[in-house]
């Protein structure tokens, strides 16, 4: 089997030796730079349309021009496409930070618009402040998810029916996900096995620079969970609805949706947990005053338990002891594991074990999640989003009664 490289990429390139963090992102912002230059350059000119005009600029030309690190009087613009009807200047941001210098600088030696991309979204009050008929401003995954859907949108058949713009396009697009720059696209077998245990110390230190990867990954994904639930219900629309990825280890990765100010410890929350073999979505309730809460509820109200129990189809309900106060420490044991099902939920299931549970230890943890194997992940590929929005939204109800 061959063995996956990012370098079999056609943009990929080598990094050289890294004296510092500013030089490495200098060397990513040159080249992903140069490499939506070389896609557009080689590629038929429907593609330079269709991006100018999904960043709204009216340019339809028979032929268009394209230069890298143009240099000017007074500053160099990394790069500029031009035709009879558009001058087009681009300055390319990775890490660094909005330079307000540099623009006016572009401003008195430039013809034309100037377009920043940046890798994280700008503020908005800086957009505002500085965004004019002149200035505009998008990220590195706003233009992959308009070449992306350029390529999925029969108006472009040019685009796509072009064996070598096809192939273009969809290296570059291959690229900017290597990078996290580029729409989620589903999680791979390689993102699982960041997570599996290694034999050799050289592994290992691989093994790092993948779940290094991953993380930015997991963050889109949260990102587009995220933005997929709003439309769903209130819960979601409120201003506190916010998402973290949590400490990277060598056995899982974990992010969490919080509902509340505050601490996540201190109120139920959805948490989502991907290690070397599964990939598992749920509500947990691990600080002492939600445990007692929700244990509570739970307990006070036994046809309420079961309402909220039996509609979770195809989740786990699991209670582990604590030993200790603290929810932040790892000692702790699994006690009950319950497979909820309406179906089957009255007689398979003993309340009152349920109950005895909840109420048997001075600290705890409770846990309703749905477990999903790696390949039920990989197989979904972009469509695991919604998957997850939707279970997210099963637990709405067991949210609100919770919290």
Known sequence: MQRYSPYRNIFMFYRGVQESDETA????????????????????????VGLLKNLEYNSNADKYYFDLQVSNDESRPDAVIRSVDINLSIESKYTAKFNFEQLEKHKRNVKGSILYISKDKYPDDLIRKYQDERTH????????????????DCSYA???????????????LSFMGELNM????????????????????????????????????FDNFLSAVKESLISKDELFQKPEFTYTVGNLEQKHIWGSLKFFDGK???QAHISCIMSGYEFSVGVQIEGV???????????????????????????IFVIKKRYQKQ????????????????????????MDYVLKKLNQYDYIEIQIVKVFEQHEV????ERFIEQCASNINNLSKLIRELS
């Open 137 to 152: 401003f998008t990220t590195w995954l706003g233009i992959s998810g308009i070449l992306l859907d350029i390529i999925n």
């Open 289 to 315: 005053k939600p445990t007692k809460r929700a244990t509570d509820i739970l307990s006070s109200n036994r046809d309420k338990l079961f309402e909220l129990l039996s509609g979770m189809e195809g989740f």
């Open 182 to 217: 580029a729409p989620f696209t589903g999680f791979n077998a390689r993102d699982f096995n960041a997570f599996l245990p290694k034999e050799t110390e050289g592994a290992e230190v691989e093994a790092g620079k993948e779940r290094k990867r991953t993380n930015e990954k």
């Open 264 to 266: 996540l410890v201190d």
């Open 327 to 350: 929810a932040s420490k790892w000692g702790k044991e699994k006690v009950a594991e319950i497979h909820l099902s309406k179906e089957h939920f009255k007689e398979n299931v003993d």
């Open 378 to 381: 990989v197989e979904c590929k």
């Open 158 to 172: 040019k685009c796509k029916n072009d064996p070598v713009t096809h192939f273009l396009l969809n290296q570059y």
């Open 25 to 48: 992102a200098k060397q990513i912002e040159d080249n992903i730079t140069k490499a939506l230059i070389n896609l557009l350059e080689n590629s038929v000119k429907e593609l330079t």
